[in-house]
């Protein structure tokens, strides 16, 4: 194209370092969310604060914020309650 990696980024709004590094995840991300959604369809009325304690107390140690970014991405939402 003929533009810097610096100029590039301004016009996009970008930081440049996300275009050097490469998001590595953990190993350890599915097996976290295939519990996150097993406890999640076990305990439907539950929302993510709850799961986690439930992940504390099952030998994860994890935390709140990592739980609700997997919630997010997974579209787990706790339903309304029935009138």
């Known amino acids: 194209l003929g533009v810097s990696e610096r100029v590039a980024c301004r016009v996009l709004g970008q930081h440049r370092s996300t275009q050097r590094k490469v998001p590595q995840g953990r190993p350890d991300e599915e097996a976290l969310t295939a519990d996150i959604v097993a ?3 076990q305990y439907g009325r539950y929302g993510y604060r709850r799961i986690t304690a439930l992940l504390r107390e099952a ?6 914020k990592r739980v609700e970014r997997i919630w997010r991405r997974e579209g787990l939402k ?3 309650k029935q009138p």
């Not at 030998?59 to 709140?64: E, F, K, Q, S």
Request: charged residues 0%; glycine residues 8%; aromatic residues 8%.
């Open 39 to 41: 406890l999640a369809s």
């Open 59 to 64: 030998g994860w140690a994890v935390n709140v």
């Open 78 to 80: 706790v339903p309304q």
